[in-house]
């Protein structure tokens, strides 16, 4: 009963961000490194299930180790100038042989449709073409990089075309100019470059060197949950121990990061290659494993509208259900709903409050205020509680009162102070309800001012 109760929590719980990414477009990247675990097979099943709930996909793989045996094959050593490779013509033929086996390799796991297995009756239509026009990266420090390109721009016609016909679109790091000629670039800017012509939703890189959880276990290459593009433009700037802790690889992705971001890519998320399942985790839970980038901060405190009513309900009907909350239906929220503040986290209502003030008596009532589970004791009820201050005291409100059952220890720890009933306004007194016996607290908020 309890894996059966656990499974249909669980999978109601992602209804929302199935809703929420239907039709929207994702760019994931990911190296030659990955291409070679064991896990990629399971990567192309969590692909499969993104594509089978109605995300568009463009998918970028790298090849850099198959690249580099290839030419350690050759007998080609081929110099770097700041990071990046010298690309020859015989370099080039070699990394044209290694991309096209990786590539084609690729389409063929895409193909899978064995019978009781993740992609059973998958039917996943690959596409690829000359959508990336690129350009020579030119004479870096005197020494010319021949083949080694940038892009110069992104077919988005084409590469909508074939989303919206339900193709995945499979690129590879290679551009063409029109001259005819064939172009070595890197994966990660090829996959931000496409990102920001289509406009995406997400752009997610599956990182080599980086594990938050292990991370941060370790205290190396650590990042927080979420970032704001100020935060990263912040640490890659600092010249401190945590700046020198963070891989060159970590650096460059936030580098593409940041320019994703600044360019209305929704969300930019570096995740680790090494979980099994690090993308389902990653887009279908309230905390991630990665870390999620984006242009301003995720969470922000601000009025309800009637639009809102239904995420509040959900909010608070659990803690209907256990008397913690007294009950409120539909027509009295939007009766009463310009009394209400919500906090938001990524577009997703994790806690509410109202406040019903009494201007008669100098004094207000904060009421219903609820915090989602998954974002319990982490500050959320302490930032909601000083955003009802704050706005009673605007109001010029001398003090506040709260009625409660459950969380007495909670609003002393947070200044408020016991007092009797026949302390509040009459209309309040008029309407307590003895069967709850609730106790009641209150705050001076002139002090805390």
């Not at 989303?163 to 790091?173: C, E, F, H, R």
């Not at 990660?188 to 941060?216: C, G, Y």
């Amino acid at each position: 009963m309890d894996t059966t109760h656990n499974f249909v929590a669980l999978f109601r719980s992602v209804a929302p961000y199935v809703n929420a990414f239907r039709g929207k477009t994702f760019v994931i990247a990911f190296s030659g490194e990955m291409i070679t675990d064991e896990k990629f097979v399971n990567f192309i099943h969590d692909i499969n299930l993104l594509a089978s709930l109605g995300v568009r996909l463009v998918l970028v793989h790298g090849a850099r180790p198959q690249i580099q045996l290839r030419l350690d094959e050759q007998q080609l050593a081929c110099p770097s100038v700041r990071g990046m490779r010298v690309t020859d013509s015989t370099a080039l033929q070699c990394i044209k042989e290694s991309i096209g086996r990786v590539h084609i390799e690729i389409e063929a796991l895409l193909s899978m449709s064995l019978p009781n297995s993740p992609m059973a009756n998958a039917a996943i239509r690959v596409t690829s073409g000359n959508f990336v026009t690129a350009c020579p990266y030119g004479v870096i420090d005197g020494v010319d990089l021949m083949h080694t390109g940038k892009v110069r721009k992104i077919n988005t016609e084409a590469i909508h075309s074939h989303l919206q016909q339900g193709d995945i679109v499979l690129t590879s790091p290679l551009g063409y100019s029109l001259t005819g000629e064939i172009f070595n670039l890197t994966f990660e800017h090829v996959a931000t470059e496409i990102a920001i012509a289509l406009n995406a939703e997400k752009l997610i890189f599956l990182l080599d060197t980086f594990n938050t959880n292990e991370a941060l276990a370790k205290n190396t290459h650590s990042l927080p949950r979420e970032l704001t593009v100020a935060d990263c433009q912040k640490l890659l700037g600092q010249k401190s121990q945590k700046n020198k802790s963070l891989s060159e690889d970590i650096k460059r992705y936030l580098d593409c990061a940041i320019k994703a971001c600044e360019a209305n890519v929704t969300r930019t998320h570096l995740i680790s290659r090494n979980t099994d399942g690090a993308i389902l985790q990653e887009l279908f839970t309230h905390n991630g494993i990665g870390c999620m980038i984006s242009q301003q901060p995720l969470q922000s405190l601000r009025d309800a509208t009637i639009d809102d009513i239904g995420s509040i309900l959900q909010l608070i009907e659990p803690l209907e259900t256990e008397g913690i909350l007294v009950r409120r239906n539909r027509e009295l929220l939007e009766i009463e709903i310009d009394h209400f503040v919500i906090f938001e986290h990524d577009s997703i209502i994790i806690g509410c409050a109202a406040l019903y003030p009494f201007p008669n008596e100098n004094i207000c009532e904060l009421a219903c205020l609820a915090v989602n589970p998954d974002y319990r004791n982490t500050g959320h009820g302490s930032l909601l509680l000083k955003h009802i201050e704050t706005k009673a005291i605007k109001q010029n409100i001398r003090s506040i009162f709260v009625l409660t059952t459950h969380a007495t220890h909670w609003f002393i720890e947070h200044g408020f102070t016991e007092t009797t009933l026949s302390q509040l306004p009459k209309e309040k007194q008029d309407l307590y309800n003895y069967q709850r016996r609730s106790k009641v607290y209150v705050k001076d908020l002139m002090r805390q001012s």
